[in-house]
């Protein structure tokens, strides 16, 4: 499943070069993490209700043309792949025009609530992920 969030570039998200901030685009990929949890049916407190969390560990982001004030972007993710305690989601931003301004692969761990330590990915989890070969 992909999911797809909109959002228009802000003045407030504009650095002195004229163009979005590099730090926002990695808010603008952690609101569409968030927008994906909550349409595969894992929202914060489901996970929570699992006694799990989840934490990002690496994100590996790839700027390819800069947004711009009033630009309408649409921020992509989907599952990518999970291993025994982490997973990966691939993520895209795109302008109006199609044209592809950010990709970024992010790595998370899930984590036990309590002990703080990574726990393997429960089955609500997993199945979202392409089944490894």
Known sequence: MIVGLEITVRS?????????????YLE????????WYEQSGLP?????GMG????????????????????L???TTEAESA????FVLKQAIVNQHGELCADARVTSV??????????LLPDELRQLFPASI
């Open 73 to 75: 972007l649409n921020v």
């Open 28 to 35: 603008y990929l952690e609101w569409s993490r968030e927008e």
């Open 83 to 86: 291993g025994r305690t982490s």
């Open 110 to 119: 899930t984590m036990d609530a309590g002990s703080r330590k990574s726990r």
């Open 52 to 71: 799990i969390q989840t934490v990002t560990v690496n994100i590996n982001i790839n700027y390819r043309k800069e947004c711009r004030q009033g630009d």
């Open 44 to 48: 914060y407190g489901a996970f929570l």
């Open 12 to 24: 407030t998200e504009i650095d002195v070069n004229g163009h979005v901030n590099n730090a926002k």
